[in-house]
């Protein structure tokens, strides 16, 4: 059973003060910077391979974009994934998980088949949701640490290889630390890559 590190003195999992709203900030930068970079892109953009070994332009938006959906609503709230809406089954892609383990033919195949319009509507609807759960969460909870292993996660397959691998690190950090990571920091390198790979394409 998982328990937190607090318990036993170590002030690595303690919350930082005033931590919140900076998360916040920080989250709400995500969305934001997502919807931008999908704005701006162009269609054929949209499905360019930058270089040779490169995923294209639109999964690594598309991963982005569910990884934030993992994040906040499969790991962090316990609930079914906004993706999973019927709504949204055009965005889905199973078989690509949230990025995280997808073949080169399932990545490539989630640009070509899902709209930048598409990620743009999914990061809209999401958005406000999750900052509303974050205002709405005490801050105590964020010290708990965070379970990867859920009844939820094994379902999806994100328990298992080839996502597992990928992700272990990860499991048993404060909850605060997850959403840092894969929702915040993780999120900024990649837009850091796509960013320059964009222009790339258009030097």
């Known amino acids: 059973m998982l328990q937190p590190l607090s318990v036993a003195g170590d002030s690595r999992f303690a919350y930082p003060p005033g931590i919140k709203s900076l998360l916040r900030f920080q989250l709400n930068g995500?969305?934001?910077?997502?919807?931008?970079?999908?704005?701006?892109?162009?269609?054929?953009?949209?499905?360019?391979?930058?270089?040779?070994?490169?995923?294209?332009?639109?999964?690594?938006?598309?991963h982005a974009a569910r990884s934030l959906d993992w994040v906040v609503n499969c790991v962090l709230r316990d609930l079914p994934e906004l993706v999973e809406g019927d709504e949204w089954k055009d965005v889905r892609h199973p078989e690509a998980f949230f990025g995280a383990g997808a073949t080169r033919e399932?990545?490539?195949?989630?640009?070509?088949?899902?709209?930048?319009?598409?990620?743009?509507?999914?990061?809209?609807?999401?958005?406000?949701?999750?900052?509303?759960?974050?205002?709405?969460?005490?801050?105590?909870?964020?010290?708990?640490?965070?379970?990867?292993?859920?009844?939820?996660?094994?379902?999806?397959?994100?328990?298992?290889?080839?996502?597992?691998?990928?992700?272990?690190?990860?499991?048993?950090?404060?909850?605060?630390?997850f959403l840092a990571r894969p929702g915040i920091s993780h999120l900024r390198v990649h837009y850091g890559e796509m960013t320059s790979q964009l222009e790339s394409l258009r030097a």
Request: charged share 25%; glycine share 6%.
């Open 30 to 62: 995500s969305f934001n910077g997502l919807k931008g970079f999908a704005s701006q892109a162009t269609d054929d953009e949209w499905t360019a391979r930058p270089f040779d070994g490169a995923n294209l332009i639109g999964f690594t938006v598309w």
């Open 106 to 177: 399932a990545a490539d195949n989630v640009a070509r088949t899902v709209p930048r319009q598409r990620v743009i509507e999914y990061l809209s609807a999401m958005g406000p949701d999750a900052l509303a759960w974050l205002d709405s969460t005490p801050q105590e909870w964020f010290d708990q640490p965070v379970d990867l292993k859920s009844a939820r996660a094994r379902e999806r397959g994100y328990a298992d290889d080839p996502v597992w691998p990928e992700i272990e690190d990860l499991h048993g950090i404060p909850r605060w630390q």
